[in-house]
């Protein structure tokens, strides 16, 4: 690995009311893995039709570093441990389907991670990108979610029982992805990315096929090794150990640092992660 990260996971509980749900996962340039639009005001929002949140049931977004599982609430930025990772070490990404399942790569091998215990099981070996996330139905494929990640420039469908790995499409304008992507029902899909007077970016893709739609611009941090989303925000997870939300709200990308609360000596992001049924707009 290129990057020694600490050992945490991440998760953000959103308050009652809603079913958070979005994906993603980190990438950087690590070792050990293969590298190589108008604005139109509500930038989270497009044509689809947003799913209806769930009343009284809690939403769950997770950031991560290399071992160990974390909870965060989104209200207080409050962390609490979940334990460390059992059966599998350095997880390098994670990604959430729309029922909350996590999937966990090491690069080499896919894991499903007990979102209550971080207890690890391996469902399949190859060769996995460092950033990943489900995207919709309707995307990709036409029934289904799909799992999918950047290898560098590359988009990459993987399919999480024999791990095989099909190539997409390209992100473009020689970017690449810097560390996570995140992708939402009724909303749009978004990756950081490192390129020419990027480092990092936030991008916008077509979630069909990976290509750029919009570099939003810089988010003012280097290494943004997650991202997840509820809510109308993305929340970018650094290897710095800050959480950041992002908001387009006014047609340009804004950025504010938010605190939390009782962090662990050390912190560093890896990666996060949260289901594709997150609400797109505000619920608080």
């Not at 999480?160 to 899909?189: C, N, R, W």
């Not at 020419?196 to 990976?210: S, V």
């Not at 941090?221 to 006014?250: Q, R, S, Y």
Request: with cysteine.
């Amino acid at each position: 690995m290129g990057v020694v990260r600490s050992r945490v996971v991440f998760v953000l509980l959103a308050g009652a009311g809603a079913v958070a749900s979005v994906a993603s996962c980190a990438q950087s340039g690590r070792d050990g893995f293969d590298p190589s639009a108008p604005v139109d005001g509500g930038a989270f929002a497009n044509n689809e039709a947003a799913p209806t949140p769930t009343p009284g049931v809690y939403g769950e977004v997770f950031g991560h570093s290399e071992s160990a599982l974390f909870r965060v609430d989104t209200r207080t930025r409050e962390v609490a441990e979940i334990g460390v990772f059992q059966g599998c070490t350095y997880i390098a990404d994670i990604a959430l389907d729309e029922s909350s399942t996590i999937y966990g790569s090491t690069g080499t091998e896919l894991f499903f991670i007990e979102t209550n215990t971080a207890r690890c099981t391996r469902i399949a070996t190859g060769q996995f990108p460092n950033s990943l996330s489900f995207v919709p139905a309707g995307t990709v494929d036409a029934t289904v979610e799909a799992l999918v990640g950047f290898q560098g420039g590359d988009y990459v469908r993987i399919d999480p029982k024999s791990g095989a790995v099909t190539k997409l499409g390209e992100i473009g304008d020689g970017l690449q992805s810097s560390g996570d992507l995140v992708s939402v029902k009724g909303g749009k899909t978004f990756v950081t990315v490192k390129g020419k007077d990027c480092a990092d970016c936030l991008a916008e893709i077509d979630p069909a096929d990976g290509k750029l739609i919009k570099n939003w611009g810089s988010i003012g941090k280097a290494d943004v090794f997650g991202l997840a989303f509820w809510g109308g925000e993305v929340f970018a997870f650094t290897n710095g150990g800050e959480l950041l939300a992002l908001t387009l709200d006014t047609g340009k990308l804004e950025v504010t640092p938010l605190p939390i609360a009782n962090a662990p000596s050390g912190l560093k992001f890896w990666g996060a992660g949260s289901t594709t049924s997150a609400p797109v707009g505000p619920v608080r």
